[in-house]
């Protein structure tokens, strides 16, 4: 049997820097929402792992054992031949290796293999536990605590100026630690409106550290925030992707269509979030 399974982008609606673990690790508190973009992964039980990699976005990307898909594979002991259909730029803040890892887990589990706990899929990544439920969170501690959210549905411009980010690197050039928690209860939003509202007063305690890394992503928050029709620009996660909010899909699809005109070297996608 041969199973699809999808491994949609993570989009960070607000990332807080809350502190700093012994280990080295930071503290977060984010709003985590999942889109109808991604990659897929093509799975089949096999003899012994095998990887290959397809799609606009596989070249450069390992089908070795350095592979997080390969490392997912060999986490619940289930040999599998598959494909990674790589849909989503690499080392872009959306996830990617920490959404296909989670989706290899979730092939896995489909064709038979003993579901994997929270705490094992921390030891491929801290982003892999959100992306093994692709579900609308509130993501504290490193990415191990994950309480379900209800929020409006979103429509975005997705734009990666296509320069790869180091995560740690970001990390590392954290000026300071912030300690602004998230409020402890979230508000209730009427609408998508009053939500994008109540976003645009918290923030992505990484974006600074990101630009200063890459000015990069500083050209693509304003090449969105002048596209017409835009509620709120951040950036996702420790970058380079950014992000700006609309509140119609039929208006972000008209500010892709205008952004990806201007340039034409940029990763240029509309999306819309993917329900609880
Ligand atoms: O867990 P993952 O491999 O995705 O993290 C990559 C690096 O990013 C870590 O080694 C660490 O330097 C940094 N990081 C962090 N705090 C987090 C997540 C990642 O400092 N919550």
């Known amino acids: 049997m041969t199973v699809k399974t999808f491994a949609p982008a993570k989009i960070n609606l607000s990332l807080h820097v809350t ?5 080295g690790y930071h503290l977060l508190d984010s709003l985590v929402v999942f889109v109808d973009l991604g990659d897929q992964i093509i799975a089949e039980p096999a003899k012994t792992a095998s ?4 799609g606009p976005f596989a070249e450069g990307v390992p089908a070795d054992e350095s592979n997080l898909v390969m490392k997912a594979a060999a986490l619940v002991e289930f ?26 887990l979730r ?23 959100v992306c093994l439920g692709s579900k609308p969170v509130r993501m504290r501690g490193i990415g191990d605590h994950l ?19 180091s995560t740690p690197e970001v990390f590392k050039r954290l000026a300071k630690k912030d300690n602004l928690e998230m409020p ?5 939003w009427p609408d998508s409106l009053a939500f994008i509202d109540w976003l645009s007063t918290q923030r992505n305690d990484l974006e600074r550290a990101a630009i200063d890394l890459v000015p990069e992503v500083a050209a693509a928050l304003t090449a969105l925030a002048l596209a017409p029709g835009a509620q709120m620009v951040r950036m996702s996660g420790s970058g380079a992707t950014c992000f700006a909010l609309y509140d119609d899909r039929s208006k972000a699809d008209a500010a892709a ?16 979030t993917l329900p609880g």
């Not at 092939?107 to 706990?117: E, F, K, N, Q, T």
């Not at 402890?184 to 209730?188: A, E, Q, Y």
Request: glycine share 8%.
């Open 19 to 23: 502190g700093q673990r012994e280990d």
């Open 51 to 54: 990887l290959s990699v397809t």
């Open 79 to 104: 040999p599998m031949a598959m494909t990674l259909d790589k849909h989503l730029p690499p080392a872009s803040g959306i996830g990617g290796g920490s959404a296909d890892a989670a989706a290899t």
């Open 107 to 129: 092939s896995a589990a489909r064709l038979g293999a003993a579901p994997v706990s929270r705490c094992d899929a921390l030891k491929l990544g801290a982003d892999v536990p």
């Open 147 to 165: 309480e379900p959210v209800n929020l409006p549905p979103l429509h975005m411009v997705l734009v990666n100026p296509r320069v790869e980010v």
């Open 184 to 188: 402890d209860l979230l508000p209730r």
């Open 257 to 272: 269509h205008q952004l990806a005109e201007g340039n034409p070297w940029w990763w240029v996608k509309s999306a819309s």
